[in-house]
């Protein structure tokens, strides 16, 4: 007598949203940034205003730019820890060009770009040819340019007044009802998540990062692709460098300090595999607004700044934990399909 098989519950609707969020980083940090905002707006009904979004996207999107390359080399399965250094420099440097008038501002901040696609091109030689692991280099580096930039400024900063008049101004242009810094995230994230996605060399990378030797085997120039991805990131934190100039127009030798932290930080929450091989620049863009949103948050419901340190290694630990998770539950349900 043959078993009569018996039927299987149907998950309900809120499993099935559930399952979603869970496979889905972008969605998930929506939905989090949401209940957040909530929260907060309830506590401090200033945080829905619009001067304070304003300047959380600003800050965001300077960041979340940034993030956008260092997204591109951690899924090569790589890392870049000088991006703070690199950004920097940059900020300084032309900040440095224009109170000496050597260059005009639009010259200025092209120089300031091409330096960062310079310093990140030296990221990639190191580790290419020289064969130094990804994150011994950048550490290195990471000190190297910081030391330059203090040879330069020595000791002393640029401020407002020495900037031409009108050149921060951009910080709080805005396009309709959005910032123009924002625009320019949302259309290097757009641009970057199509090439990664829909074209051979994102493809690349993609297959770098998943499997370096099977990927070489298929003809694909590993150590090409890697050098790139450090070169682009260089590229971002360039951009970002200089938008971070604009945006606070007072600069020293210790500008972008602490940022490697925020956009790693960016990276991974926003979905991206330490291990290489998976994630989205979406998701980078909006873990860079979900931080900033932190860190706004406790500013308004008067929480000690100190603990921003202890909540971005908090998110990181748990989005890297979220991922090993994840993959491990896939991975017995695939096995479990295939049996």
Known sequence: MSAVAMPTARPGIMARVAGVVGRQRELSLVVVMLALGAFVAVQAPQFISA????????????????????????????????????????????????????????????????????????????????????????????????????????????TLGDLPEGYTDPARMMIGPVPLFVVIAIVIIVIVGVVMR???????????????????????????????????????????????????????????????????????????NIAGGSGTVVGAGLGALFLALIQNSLLLLRLSQFWLQAIYGAVILVAVSLDTILVRRMQRASGGRRR
């Open 51 to 158: 001067s304070n979004l304003t300047q959380v996207t600003v800050v965001a999107s300077i960041i979340a730019i940034a993030a956008v390359g260092q997204a591109v080399v951690v899924i090569t399965k790589n890392v870049d820890l000088s991006v703070e250094a690199m950004m920097g420099l940059v900020a300084f440097v032309v900040a440095d060009l224009l109170k000496f008038n050597v260059l005009p501002a639009p010259l200025a901040m092209l120089a300031g770009v091409l330096l960062g696609l310079a310093l990140g091109a030296v990221n990639g030689t190191v580790i290419v040819v020289f064969r130094v692991p990804a994150i011994v280099a950048t550490l290195g580096t990471l000190s190297i340019y910081r030391g330059i930039d203090f040879l330069i400024a020595g000791g002393k900063q640029v």
């Open 198 to 272: 829909q074209t051979v060399a994102g493809r690349r990378v993609y297959a770098v990062g998943s499997n370096l030797e099977a990927a070489t085997i298929l003809g694909v120039r590993s150590k090409r692709v890697i050098f790139g991805a450090f070169t682009f990131c260089g590229l971002m934190a360039g951009v970002a460098g200089v938008m971070w100039g604009i945006n606070y127009g007072t600069i020293n030798a210790t500008a972008a300090n602490g940022a490697t932290l925020q956009v790693v930080a960016a990276v991974v929450v926003g979905g991206v």
